[in-house]
């Protein structure tokens, strides 16, 4: 009897294509990333680092709303979320538009637009696959 729910957990995650479970997994740490920003941010607002109090902590919510809202696709993206669906896309074209602005202008820095790019364009080419299409089609 213990062994059934373990069964079917196995049976759930074997029904997904292992390139969905990697744009899950890309899309967590991206958001894992946000929060750190947040933590960051949240840190050098109390050290007093910030040159306008307002701005800074405006700035901090903002990037707290964006790790709330990435972590809550990244949540229905395993769950197979018909609502997950389009959000995924948004949030990994605002991803790449910073990353290729990253290349760019006075403090372009090519590595960071690498690391907004490829995992982005992965995760927005896993959901346009035939498979993924289909799982969230008839979710």
């Not at 959000?87 to 202008?105: E, T, Y």
């Amino acid at each position: 009897m213990l062994s059934q729910p373990t069964q079917e957990i196995n049976t759930q995650l074997s029904k997904r294509p292992k390139i969905l479970l990697l744009a899950v997994l890309i899309t967590a740490l991206q958001a894992l990333a946000l929060w750190a920003v947040a933590v960051w941010s949240l840190i050098s607002i109390f050290q007093g680092d910030s040159l306008s109090l307002v701005s800074a902590s405006f700035l901090t919510g903002m990037v707290i709303a964006g790790a709330l809202f990435l972590s809550n696709v990244a949540l229905g993206m395993f769950r197979l979320k018909r609502w997950a669906y389009t959000p995924s896309f948004v949030m990994q074209l605002l991803i790449v538009s910073i990353g290729v602005a990253s290349f760019g202008g006075d403090y372009g820095v090519v590595v960071i637009g690498l690391v907004l790019l490829v995992p982005s364009s992965f995760v927005f080419i896993a959901m346009f696959s035939k498979s993924v299409r289909l799982l969230f089609r008839y979710s």
